[in-house]
């Protein structure tokens, strides 16, 4: 029997999309180790169609029910005055808000050239701009305390999926923002991470193929994903600015990789033509973990020499 197991006594979360699935699983077990819980779901379908309280309010019952605390939120994320009152609930009920999980999202599948622009716009404010907005509402509230813990729900999707853009750049967008906020959060006791969830979800049931359906429900339930995101959310944890995939028991860091590539002052599109092969080689590559990472490596390489590098690397913009 584990002598130190991680609790959250004391604690205030917020979880986005908690009406099934993920977010469910994610609201459950937060609560069941002590935690209180507002439970958001604008109770919608996987496609954005709206729906009610009922799904939010539901898993609100589950928790009171094994004597938790929760309250339900069914505001569509994406909303600036909706992500204000998501925090305001939390401290309303609770009197305070110390981990938020930006798990709310949708999906807009088919070609490039059939999406429209207002799916484009309907799943970018799901699942980016709500969750931007989100920690915008929740970061002084935090900071004030010197203490939060932010996890914004990426997907492996990010690394390219076909046919389902809209949702493979917003979870993209996800991983910067995580990275991004993981560096402001270092003076303010705020620790942001990103997870890739490998799990059967509502999203899941979609696939137009049957064998690979019945695989993920056999195999990757969501209750395997919750140990690596109750750890990250955790007083335990010190890790922050990372992004893990976890699924079917398994979890493991992902990052940014970058090879030595070729360096030539006097490069053309010959030059890159002849050297193409050893551009894309990355069995050289390293870590690279920050913007201030990747410009070093140009200090270096290209010897740009070191008075000029560091300041390039503090405050150029790409």
């Known amino acids: 029997m584990e002598s130190n197991p991680v609790r959250f006594d004391g604690r205030v979360a917020l979880v986005t999309g908690a009406g099934g699935g993920m ?37 609100v019952d589950e928790i009171r029910a094994a004597g938790g605390k929760a309250v339900a939120n069914g505001d569509a994320v994406g909303d600036e005055q909706a992500a204000a009152g998501m925090v305001a609930l939390a401290q309303e009920h609770f009197g305070r808000l110390d981990i938020l999980i930006n798990n709310a999202g949708i999906a807009a599948p088919g070609p490039i050239t059939q999406t429209s622009a207002q799916r484009l716009a309907t799943v970018y404010a799901t699942n980016l701009i709500g969750p931007h907005l989100l920690m915008r509402a929740a ?101 922050t600015g990372m992004v893990f995939s976890a699924g079917a028991g398994r979890i493991a860091r992902l990052g940014f990789v970058e090879n030595d590539g070729i360096i030539a002052h006097a490069i053309d599109p010959e030059r890159v033509r002849t050297s193409i092969k050893q551009v894309v080689d990355l069995a050289d590559a390293r870590p690279v973990g920050s913007q201030g990472d990747e410009m070093a490596l140009y200090t270096v390489a290209a010897d740009f020499g070191r008075e000029s590098g560091p300041g390039l690397a503090r405050d150029a913009l790409t």
């Open 139 to 239: 970061w002084p509230v935090m900071a004030e305390r010197r203490y939060g813990r932010i996890l914004n729900i990426s997907s492996n999707a990010a690394l390219g999926i076909g046919g389902n853009s809209p949702y493979a750049a917003t979870k993209a967008g996800m991983i910067g923002l995580s990275l991004d906020a993981a560096l402001e959060g270092s003076g303010h006791g705020i620790l942001v991470n990103a997870l890739m969830p490998c799990a059967y979800s509502r999203m899941i049931e979609a696939v137009p193929d049957p064998e690979f359906v019945a695989w993920m429900r056999d195999n990757f339930q969501a209750e395997k994903v919750v140990a690596a995101a109750l750890y990250l959310l955790s007083e335990q944890s010190d890790v």
């Open 23 to 59: 977010g469910r699983a994610y609201a459950l077990e937060l609560a069941r180790r002590g935690a209180a819980i507002v439970v958001n779901d604008y109770g919608g379908s996987m496609m954005g169609v709206p729906g009610d309280v009922a799904r939010a309010q539901g898993v």
